[in-house]
Structures are given as structure tokens and as C-alpha cells.
């Protein structure tokens, strides 16, 4: 029975810069630059190992339309070590590197097929002198596409399966731009076996068989919102049976983003122990690869003042890491704090003072039934603070999570002054 087994990525961001810890950390930063690449590089590997038929890439190789030479060059040396192998490549660009950004002008190994931005193309991949499927594509011939691009594919031989590949936002994802917006229904008129979907970062199987249509996801986290494993899928497509579609992890550096409550720490020491407790149990899910932790420190807590003193959660942080240096497995983290002082709010909200008095201002602000009312108490901010213009978008439960935050602050130096 003929089977078609192909690696489906996407999202590679080679050579993507990384801001805000990795710009305090030099020796991370260049460790996050170089993953992007590693990660495409563990995809080579892997298909080579496995002896699949061909590689698929759905959009975005690289991270933006200025994509450097040093870029273009890893890009191809990975896709020669496909071509040696005999191994043919499938390649789509996406709204970070369209056609119409620059390109060095270097010749693709062969094996290689780049889809042109004018119309969707198909092209045979050949197996032992056999047609074993084709595959159809369309690259974004400029950064901005609107268009429903799905709806240009038609398929043309049902003798051999067919794959499309598609760099879009299927059901208007919130957390992408709407490029090459489409629908699953549109993608299953196209009568493809299997869509091979890039775009969106999140990997997610859209639709089982029939066709099935998948977001393999990013093949290397690049910020704390994308979290956990990344990767690549390994697809095999038999006649008359729903696709094996299979996760494979290439990640170089795992990232985590978690809550940690120090409620029941009441010393700094216990503070400690808990955040390296925390980071041990996450290294060890990384199953060997290093990590990225950021973990926001919550809950009320007696060393709620200790950790608000200038540079304590630095040096904290930086008391953990040094507990991972002599393991081969790197880590770094970065902590946030969110705690609140151990004070009960009730009690003091009970009081006859000042105390009691600002409680009450808060919870009158907090009761606003509206953005509008909550804003008129925090006028100054949104009016005559140079930043303000960044706060108009807020809604109803960011405002009051403000007021709240706010509070706390307050009762921070009010309660501390009074003890």
C-alpha cells in the first residue's frame, strides 16, 4: 500500500533577535539566537533518520522582510544537508520574509522547491520513478496579504494525495494578524488530503482527516507567551485512512511561565528553597534541554517587604541560577513579583483611621460598574500622564486590576509605616 511520510514545519524565525532578559544576559542571548537555527537544524536530522519523503515548510523562515545574509546562508546549508540525502524540500514564504523583500542572489540546492506568489503551483514528488504525490502551494508576494488565498487551490490529480501548503489565519485567530484570512470550510473545498498550515505559533490539528489541517506551531519559542514544547510534525498519509500525525519536540531552549505562591514562606530562605523546588521540577520536564523560566511570585506573604527592597528579586534569581551552574543542562530565570503583605484587609477595613478611610476610597473605585466611572479616579493618569495615550484601550477588568494593584501599593507603605 503506497504511503507518503514527510515532515511538516513551520515558523522558523532563523536568526530572530531576542529582547527584554536574553539583553541583560549576554551568554543567553546569544544562546536564544543561535536556537532558531538549531531547532531547523534538529528538523534536518530528523528527517534524515526517519528516511522521509520530503520536507515541508510552511512560511516564515525568517524574521523579517531585512533578513540578513548570515540567515539566507544557514537556511540553505540546512536544505543542502535535505538535498545530499536525498530528501526534497517544500518551501512557502509568509508575511515575515515575502518575495518582495530582499534576497541575496544565491542559487537553492538541488531538490529544493521555493512557490512563486503569482498563483497557487503544484509540483510531482517522485518516488522510484512514481508520481507519490503532489504538492501545492503559494508564497505572500508582499508582507501584507488580505486576500482568502484558499480559495485559489483546486485540486488537480486524484490519482496521488495531495498536500496544501497555506502560511494563513484559518477562523480569525485574536492573537495573529488576519492575513490570507480562511475558513476550515474553504480549506475543505480545496479537496487537499492534508493542508500544511503556517502562521499561527500555537500548534493545534484543526481538523482530523478529510482533509486534515494543521498548525504545526513554531519550531523554537521566541517570547514567554509561547511556552512549553515546540516543534514539527511527522505526517504519514495512507490510502483510504486518516493521516498518523505525530509531535516532535526541536526546541533548544524550553521556555515556562508559571504562578508560584509564597503564601507559607515566611523567610527569604523559604523563599528560595520554593523557587528552586519550582525550577527543579521544571528543568526536569525540559527532558535535557535547557531553559527559560519566569515564574511571578504571588500570594500574601510576612517577606512581602523584603522582596519589594531595590535589586532583591535580581540577586534572588541570580542565587538560584547559580545552583544550576554545574549541571549540563543550562537555565535562566527571570522572576516577577505580585505578592501582597500578610496585613488582613478586613480587619483594617474595620478600623476607625486613615487606614480604613483609603480601604474605602479603593473599594468605592473598584465598584464602578463601568470603565467610565472606574477612570474618573485615576483622571490624572489617564489625561495628564505622557504615557497615557497607551492606556485608552484598557477595559473594564485591566482598569480595576490597576485600582487593585494600586491599592496594594499603598497599603504596602501605609501599613509597614504604622507597625
Known amino acids: 500500500m503506497p504511503e507518503f511520510r514527510f515532515i511538516h514545519c513551520s515558523d522558523l524565525h532563523i536568526d530572530s533577535p531576542f529582547r527584554g532578559l536574553s539583553v541583560a544576559q549576554p551568554a543567553l542571548a546569544e544562546r536564544l539566537r543561535q536556537s532558531t537555527y538549531q531547532a531547523f537544524q534538529n528538523i534536518v536530522q530528523l528527517a534524515i533518520r526517519e528516511r522521509v519523503d520530503a520536507v515541508l515548510v510552511s512560511g516564515d523562515i525568517y524574521d523579517s522582510c531585512d533578513k540578513s545574509l548570515q540567515a539566507q546562508l544557514k537556511f540553505r546549508r540546512a536544505l543542502k544537508q535535505l538535498s545530499d540525502a536525498d530528501i526534497p524540500s517544500f518551501v512557502i514564504h509568509g508575511n515575515h520574509d515575502p518575495l518582495d523583500s530582499w534576497s541575496a542572489s544565491l542559487d537553492y540546492p538541488e531538490g529544493v522547491t ?56 484559518v477562523g480569525g485567530n485574536p492573537g495573529h494578524d488576519n492575513y490570507a484570512p480562511c475558513s476550515v470550510d474553504d480549506l475543505v473545498s480545496g479537496k487537499m488530503d492534508y493542508w500544511a498550515l503556517g502562521h499561527i505559533h500555537a500548534r493545534e490539528v484543526l481538523r482530523n482527516s478529510d482533509p486534515a489541517i494543521v498548525y504545526p506551531g513554531n519550531t523554537q519559542a521566541r517570547k514567554m507567551k509561547e511556552a512549553g514544547e515546540k516543534g514539527c510534525y511527522l505526517v504519514t498519509l495512507r490510502l483510504e485512512q486518516a493521516p498518523e500525525i505525530q509531535f516532535i519536540p ?16 515566611s523567610t527569604l530562605e523559604e523563599v528560595i528553597r520554593s523557587v528552586r523546588s519550582r525550577c527543579e521540577g521544571l528543568s526536569r520536564q525540559a527532558s535535557g534541554k535547557d531553559v527559560l523560566i519566569r515564574l511571578l511570585l504571588k500570594g500574601k506573604t510576612s517577606v512581602h517587604q523584603e522582596l519589594q527592597r531595590p535589586r532583591s528579586l535580581e540577586e534572588l534569581g541570580e542565587e538560584v541560577q547559580h545552583f544550576f551552574e554545574d549541571h549540563d543542562q543550562r537555565l535562566w530565570i527571570d522572576l516577577d513579583l505580585n505578592t501582597e503583605g500578610s496585613y488582613d484587609i478586613d480587619s483594617l477595613r474595620q478600623g476607625n483611621d486613615f487606614i480604613s478611610d483609603v480601604i474605602s476610597f479603593y473599594d468605592e473605585a473598584e465598584s464602578g460598574s463601568d470603565a467610565g466611572s472606574n477612570r474618573k479616579w485615576l483622571k490624572d493618569v489617564f489625561e495628564n500622564w505622557q504615557g497615557q495615550k497607551y492606556l485608552q484601550d484598557l477595559n473594564d477588568e485591566e482598569v480595576r486590576k490597576i485600582l487593585n494593584q494600586a491599592r496594594t501599593l499603598t497599603l504596602d507603605h501605609l501599613v509597614h509605616f504604622n507597625e
Open 114 to 169: 521555493v512557490f512563486s506568489g503569482e498563483k497557487v503551483e503544484f509540483y510531482p514528488l517522485i518516488r522510484n520513478d512514481k508520481v507519490l504525490a503532489h504538492i501545492y502551494g503559494i508564497s505572500y508576494p508582499k508582507r501584507e496579504v488580505t486576500e482568502n488565498l484558499s480559495l485559489k487551490f483546486k485540486r488537480q490529480n486524484k490519482e496521488t494525495f495531495a498536500v496544501g501548503m497555506l502560511h494563513a489565519n
Open 250 to 265: 526541536t526546541d533548544e531552549v524550553r521556555f515556562y511561565s508559571e504562578d508560584l505562591d509564597l503564601s507559607l514562606c
